[in-house]
């Protein structure tokens, strides 16, 4: 199963220019989530969606853009990349619904740099 | 004030000892409590979720103290395995996994 797909896994980005991050999830999740990790920070939320057509902001949504078009895809674009930018981005999928055997499924990071 | 505070660490423990993870939640309003493991350069990984009566799942033992706003995580007979960084989560939202608060993680090396 591949359960939730980043690509890429790496990427090195001059400042100022814009790119797109991936997440596919094939669980038929309606949730997903874009988060981003640094050291001693912690994951902070970016932005989330609870369904096609439905996102919203996350705690830092500054300088990010996201979209639901279909269930499986979740894009994270930078529309002008910045140094402060540079982190190790997760997107992270789940159900709603499970109770308290809920579980938010992750993908392999990108790990990102702005020059 | 983080709205998840958790020791830092590392704990550096031998093979076979018991060592506890504590973490403190700032919003009250908190509804689902997990923790989540993190091996190094990984992605995050659900351990166990955290019910309010506590709960067991082989060596691991999680309590949650609504009152205090406080979760813990109980290794015992620790194996090198287990080496990783625990971290605890919180949301707002009952019943799912979504829109999570994550603490910064404890780092837990386990060592022969």
């Known amino acids: 199963n591949a359960g939730v797909t980043q690509t890429p896994k790496f990427q090195v980005l001059k400042t100022g220019q814009s790119m797109t991050l991936q997440c596919a999830q094939d669980m038929n999740h309606e949730y997903m989530s874009w988060y981003r990790q640094d050291p001693g920070m912690g994951l902070r939320l970016i932005h989330y969606s609870v369904g096609a057509g439905i996102t919203d902001q996350g705690e830092v949504p500054n300088g990010y853009n996201v979209s639901r078009s279909t269930t499986e895809d979740f894009p994270l674009r930078l529309l002008s990349a910045a140094p402060s930018q540079t982190s190790v981005y997760f997107c992270?999928?789940?159900?709603?619904?499970?109770?308290?055997?809920?579980?938010?499924?992750f993908g392999q990071g990108t790990r990102l740099t702005v020059v | 004030r983080k709205e998840v505070e958790q020791d830092p660490g590392p704990f550096n423990v031998p093979e076979g000892a018991t060592v506890a993870f504590n973490c403190t939640y700032s919003?009250?309003?908190?509804?689902?409590f997990f923790w989540y493991r993190q091996d190094c350069r990984k992605e995050p990984k659900l351990l166990m979720s955290?019910?309010?009566s506590g709960n067991e799942d082989g060596r691991f033992t999680a309590q949650l103290n609504r009152a205090s706003q406080y979760i813990s995580l109980l290794i015992r007979d620790s194996k090198l395995s287990d080496s990783a960084t625990y971290l605890c989560v919180v949301t707002a939202w009952p019943g799912t996994a979504s829109k999570l608060t994550f603490g910064t993680g404890t780092r837990l090396q386990v060592t022969l």
């Open positions: 955290v019910y309010s």
């Open positions: 919003n009250s309003a908190s509804q689902s």
């Open positions: 992270a999928s789940s159900s709603p619904g499970q109770g308290l055997n809920t579980e938010a499924f």
